[in-house]
């Protein structure tokens, strides 16, 4: 049980029409660890996303999620995981609370409640709990995404690009959460088409490239595919985003600007943690 | 996951009721057509107007009045589930453990709710502005009974269009037509005083029947075959509809 991968792709194709986006994937995720798609813009990340999270049907291959068959079991799929697509799906009109609540009673747990009172204080949102979704900055409006996303506590769990779109503080703010799920056994599956992210995150980081994964290794075996590495020396200048996280500190916390007479600490274990 | 339906369709319309509620908008500009298209009938040209009966003219016109109140108000519904259906919250529902009809039936549900709520508004600025019946319980109810249908039917079409629209635009721009459907119809003027190809098209477009229908029951005279008439359309409307809608869904979730 313990050697068998979370996640297992054989062989995956999807056509859309006349155009084939995947052409074969194949890869295996090992369970309680963090896996990185890593392919440019229409390398057929999202399609893949989809399928392995029941959203679309492959034309060819097998794909097991949790060891369950994504097309004869996509229900048992759909109990084992969370996706968190590529744009926050949180309900706009509704608060920050009310949205965790809605999937605490769609997943039928007891008490939505106190799990949405839980996960506005894991994901420093308490103060904004009561307020509408779409007062929210995007950093804050990705952390009420991947919250609803833990409702449940699913073993797996999809974050389809989870830092596009956001400001070098939240992006920072995601991936602590990203390290801190898989710390609880967690297994996650993110796709990305930045390299930094991948390199921060991923135990194994798989290279998609026009339908198919072209590398899949760790970082060490990635990079040893390269010309050992040269000396040389090279003066260190601050990369614009050390300037930057420098000048803004490099806390994270985007909700901290508009309420900063934050009467509790919820927030003061991250500010260390990096 | 089945029996889970029924209180998933609850949570879901529980959620999209509360879109409501923070945005009443969609319930007054949906009863604002209607009440000004009321008061420019009675009080402007009504007067002008030989319905060849004894009722005063707002009883005459209610009817259509309110068949014109949900036909502008299932536009809304249209437009809600397209939201939904841009924004994320769609596919991280459809990935979720629930029942997946459920999605759909608590956007219908909510429809209902919403048109019954701008339904009541538009009688109660009726009954100030002078309308009366001697309808009783009964009567009520059948009124209610076929306005209900009218609105499940209109929303399964509604459906359709939230589901393949395109834009914004496209998703409420179906209902334009229906709006305008009761004006060639018994809603407003008897249908013969039309020119023949108008008056036989009057005559048996579905809004015809219905309006009579409502009519007749509100002025406790017999409502005759129109009510079969009117239910032969509204449930046929609803089936072919439904069955459409449910074409289109299973299209956009597999």
Redesign the interface.
């Known amino acids: 049980m313990i050697a068998e991968p979370a996640i297992q792709v054989r062989g995956i194709e999807k056509s859309f029409k006349d155009v084939q986006v995947l052409r074969g994937v194949d890869f295996d995720v090992k369970a309680g660890s963090i896996f990185a798609l890593l392919g440019s813009n229409g390398a057929g990340k999202t399609t893949l996303v989809r399928i392995l ?5 492959a034309d060819a291959g097998t794909a097991t999620v949790h060891h369950f068959d994504v097309a004869a079991k996509p ?1 048992d799929v ?2 084992s ?3 968190t ?10 608060s920050g609370r ?1 949205n965790l609540v ?2 605490a ?4 747990l007891k008490d939505p409640g106190a799990i949405a009172d839980d996960l506005l204080a894991r994901f420093s949102l308490t103060e904004a709990g009561s307020r ?1 979704a779409a007062t929210y900055s995007g950093g804050m409006r990705r952390r009420l ?1 991947i919250a ?1 996303s833990l409702i449940g506590n699913p073993p797996i769990i999809f974050l389809d690009e989870p830092t596009t779109g956001l400001d070098p503080q939240a992006r920072i703010e995601v991936w602590q959460t990203i390290k801190k799920l898989a710390d609880s056994g967690t297994t996650v599956l993110l796709t990305t088409q930045y390299l930094e992210e991948a390199e921060q995150l991923a135990d194994r980081i798989a290279i998609l490239h026009k339908g198919t994964i072209i590398q899949n290794g760790t970082l060490t075996e990635l990079k040893q595919l390269l010309p050992p590495a040269k000396v040389e020396y090279v003066e260190k200048q601050p990369s614009l985003e050390d300037v930057f996280l420098a000048l803004v500190g490099d806390t994270g916390e985007t909700d901290t600007t508009a309420n900063d007479d934050r009467p509790d600490g919820t927030v003061a274990p991250r500010k260390e943690s990096r | ?1 089945t029996n ?1 339906a029924l ?2 369709t609850g ?2 319309t529980g ?1 999209s009721l ?2 409501i509620l ?2 009443p908008d969609t319930i007054i500009t949906t009863a604002v057509t209607p009440i000004a298209l009321m008061l420019l009938f009675v009080y402007v040209l009504g007067g002008a107007i030989n319905t060849g009966s004894d009722e005063s003219y707002i009883n005459y016109m209610l009817p259509g009045i309110l068949l014109i109140t949900i036909a502008s108000g299932i536009a809304y519904t249209a437009y809600r589930l397209f939201l939904d259906l841009q ?3 769609f ?8 029942a997946r009809s459920s999605v759909l039936w608590a956007h219908v549900l909510t429809s209902l709710t919403a048109n019954l709520v701008s339904v009541v508004i538009v009688i109660g600025v009726a009954l100030i502005m002078g309308f009366r019946t001697g309808a009783s319980v009964g009567a009520w109810l059948a009124v209610g009974g076929i306005l209900i249908l009218f609105t499940l039917a209109l929303t399964w079409l509604a459906v359709i269009a939230g589901l393949s629209a395109k834009t914004v635009d496209g998703a409420s721009a179906f209902s334009y037509p229906l709006i305008f459907l009761p004006f060639i119809s018994s809603a407003f003027v008897p249908t013969t005083s039309m020119p023949g190809p108008v008056a036989w098209f009057a005559e048996n477009q579905p809004v015809t029947s219905i309006v009579n229908t409502i009519r007749a029951l509100f002025a406790q005279q017999p409502v005759g075959s129109n009510i079969w008439i009117a239910l032969a359309w509204l449930v046929g409307i609803l089936v072919v509809a439904y069955a459409f809608a449910i074409v289109a869904y299973r299209r956009k ?2």
């Open positions: 999270s029941t959203l679309l049907k229900g759909r109990e995981i969370s996706l697509g590529q744009f926050a799906a949180v309900d706009e009109v509704l009310e809605l999937i009673k769609l997943r039928h509408k995404d609803m | 996951m889970h209180g998933d949570v879901l959620r509360r879109h923070r945005s924004g994320g919250i596919e991280r529902f459809q990935s979720m453990p629930i979730i597999s």
